[in-house]
């Protein structure tokens, strides 16, 4: 039987046992069915004027038509729910996506029993630990990062402030899973009741993450087993908040080349992660420092460093300023937890450093404020590699210093003011400095400092119809130089929109890749659907969501993108 053979059947008899129970006779005991449908279509052209800076080769693909499709359904009754997703990825899956995503097959599977204090799923799970330092099993289709473990999870709560979670799996890794054992629990206990705090919230947290793995490595001087130990508290009283995080990985081989594995470096992997923050009407600063320190964990060691963050079990996002400027993402900052001991100029063990964030609403009334008031955010955020005394030689080895600040790797000042002039116009200004070191980031040489302007421009109609312009300008002293980008769009009404933009490399030093990316395109939806529709050119580069990146090539073609929930 072949895979589109088995999806089909599987479906079948899902769909075949969900209409079976819903015609019962006794209506109070009808199940529900609920699911939806996704699917992402790329045609991509040999466009001869695009000229590729990366010298990929797939810019101009030999399959040109790609599609990722996703039909997920739920079915629950009582306390019961069950799952499947079927997947498909025909001709193949687009263009830099994990290429173990090939086909169609059934991807995931689960059973659910949830109670009132307890909840038991069996097949395909996704949960997370704390912050997710250390464990945490996610899907986002447009990384292209579906990690759930197979196998069974137990969440018992046998009290409003008590909660414990047990795990036992398999990592996905496309349509199969790692030759690993994931296994580990967590535990939250709320003591604000126990002191009988009224404003005041206080609870403490703990987890342990085991991963079992052996390898071929010959007489290897690490465990099988790799464990980590992870301890939390969070405090908030009135406007005043305080969490804290620490995360211990046990020693294990470091692995500095993707497949790599071997004895030469044997060494444990810590994290510090602290929030803080005054939040009230019309003021708030939050401050986060993070200090990463060999903290890659993987489901396999020799996954560590591919590109698709397959197999990967923990979650270490940017925490830097998510812009929606696209310029601003040109030069965007990737979490730096390995280790790679390079040369005598080039050592990094991880990352120390953080972001603080603040807003003032100035009060309406007032000569700066206004009629409608002015709204004013502040960013900064600055990551360093760490420092300490490595050695690069055999033994390879290295000693860090737990607050010790090295070379600089990116740093991010942005300030932002919002202004709405009166019921139709409201405009926004920005400003972006951006440091960026492309070799501690992106393994290239050079350095880059950037100054960014942005403006947004918004005029609302009649009926729900709105227009907004968006300007950019980038100044930047190295690598591609300066930039240039507009975007125009116009909402017709809450169901159809439109919109174009352009960004102009015209800076570059080669005339050769002085390039457009252009786009035209628009959106239209009712109800539950959505159907896009677009025509241009992707800039090569990261494409990142909430502090996770991919690497896109340069392309150009057409998409289509359609998804529906029921």
């Not at 995360?247 to 992660?273: C, E, F, H, M």
Request: charged share 20%.
């Amino acid at each position: 039987m072949t895979k589109k053979h088995l999806l089909n059947t599987t479906l079948a008899l899902f769909i075949s046992a969900t209409t079976f129970a819903q015609t019962e006779e006794k209506p109070k005991e009808k199940g529900t069915l609920s699911g939806g449908i996704e699917s992402n279509i790329q045609w991509y052209l040999n466009d001869k004027g695009l000229k590729d800076e990366y010298n990929n080769p797939t810019v101009h693909p030999v399959q040109p038509l790609r599609s990722n499709s996703y039909l997920f359904l739920n079915y629950t009754y009582k306390k019961w729910v069950a799952g499947i997703q079927g997947e498909a990825y025909e001709q193949n899956a687009l263009l830099n996506m994990n290429p173990k995503y090939n086909g169609t097959n059934l991807a995931t599977y689960f059973v659910q029993y949830k109670g009132e204090k307890l909840d038991v799923t069996a097949g395909y799970f996704y949960e997370q630990f704390g912050s997710g330092l250390l464990f945490r099993s996610w899907e986002d289709r447009a990384l292209g990062i579906n990690n759930a473990l197979r196998g069974g999870r137990v969440l018992f709560k046998p009290s409003s402030s008590f909660t414990l979670k047990l795990i036992y799996g398999k990592q996905r890794t496309g349509f199969d899973v790692a030759h690993s054992d994931i296994f580990g629990g967590d535990f939250e206990w709320g003591l604000s009741k126990l002191f009988k705090w009224e404003t005041t919230e206080f609870t403490l947290g703990g987890n342990y993450v085991g991963r079992y793995e052996k390898t071929d490595v010959v007489d290897p001087n690490f465990d099988a087993l790799t464990s980590g130990f992870s301890g939390r508290i969070n405090l908030s009283h009135n406007s005043v908040y305080f969490s804290a995080e620490y995360d211990y990985k046990t020693k294990d081989a470091v692995v500095q080349a993707p497949g790599q594995i071997d004895n030469r470096l044997i060494k444990p992997g810590s994290a510090l992660l602290v929030n803080a923050g005054f939040s009230k009407k019309g003021f708030g600063i939050d401050g986060t420092f993070r200090r990463l320190e060999n903290m890659s964990f993987f489901s396999e060691r020799a996954a560590k460093g591919n590109i698709y963050n397959d197999r990967i079990m923990n979650f270490i996002p940017s925490l830097t300023k998510q812009h929606h400027y696209n310029l601003a993402n040109i030069y965007v900052y990737q979490a730096q937890p390995n280790v790679l001991l390079a040369g005598s100029d080039f050592v990094k063990a991880g990352e120390i450093g953080g972001q603080i964030d603040m807003f003032y609403d100035i009060k309406k009334g007032t000569k700066l404020g206004g009629k409608y008031g002015t709204k004013i955010a502040a960013n900064f955020s600055n990551y360093n590699a760490l420092s300490g005394t490595y050695y690069i030689y055999n033994p390879q080895d290295y000693k860090t210093d737990f607050f010790g600040f090295g070379q600089r790797m990116f740093a991010d000042f942005n300030v932002e003011i919002t202004k709405k002039w009166n019921p139709k116009w409201q405009t926004i200004l920005s400003y972006i400095n951006q440091y960026y070191n492309k070799k501690y980031i992106g393994d290239a040489e050079g350095e880059v400092k950037t100054h960014i302007i942005g403006a947004d421009v918004i005029y609302k109609f009649e009926k729900g119809q709105s227009l907004r312009f968006m300007g950019e300008h980038m100044w930047a002293d190295h690598d591609r130089k300066n930039w240039a980008a507009a975007t125009l769009e116009f909402n017709f009404n809450s169901k159809f929109s439109m919109y174009v933009y352009d960004l102009y490399n015209y800076g570059n030093d080669l005339d050769y890749y002085r390039n457009h990316y252009y786009n035209i395109g628009g959106s239209f939806r009712k109800k539950a659907s959505r159907l896009s529709l677009n025509y241009g050119r992707q800039r090569g580069g990261l494409v990142c969501v909430g502090g996770v990146c991919r690497f896109v090539p340069e392309s150009s073609g057409l998409t289509v993108t359609f998804n529906t929930s029921f």
